[in-house]
């Protein structure tokens, strides 16, 4: 089993920037990638963002291209999703998840292991 705890969400103001820190732990050898994505109540969850477990390979949403960036720290078994330019339409629940497929994909069914969200308030 794999768990997955993520920090740094909080309330900014429009215009600002947040780094959301994704900490696996467990057997994290069978992770091979890492995803976030975000959800508002009452909607279904969106994908925001995807990387590699090399960081060789990122995918975002058009929502945030531009805007954020993913990455991971392997020494650490840590992901990032640097958020810059925020508006109030970022303001969701972000979620970590980790896949043991090797392809990227923004369909949540094709993660395994799921964080706890961290909410993100983005105010006008």
């Known amino acids: 089993q794999v768990q997955l705890v993520e920090s740094g969400g909080g309330l900014v103001q429009t215009g600002g920037s947040l780094r959301l820190s994704c900490a696996a732990s467990?057997?994290?050898?069978?992770?091979?990638?890492l995803a976030w994505f975000r959800q508002v109540p009452g909607t279904e969850r969106e994908f925001v963002a995807a990387v590699s477990r090399s960081g060789a390979s990122t995918s975002y949403a058009d929502s945030v291209q531009g805007r954020f960036t993913i990455s991971t720290d392997g020494a650490e078994n840590t992901g990032y999703l640097q958020m810059n330019s925020l508006n109030p339409e970022d303001t969701a629940v972000y979620y970590c998840?980790?896949?043991?497929?090797?392809?990227?994909?923004?369909?949540?069914?094709?993660?395994?292991?799921w964080g706890q969200g961290t909410q993100v308030t983005v105010s006008s």
């Open positions: 467990g057997r994290t050898f069978s992770i091979n990638i």
């Open positions: 998840a980790a896949g043991k497929s090797r392809l990227l994909s923004e369909t949540a069914d094709r993660y395994d292991y």
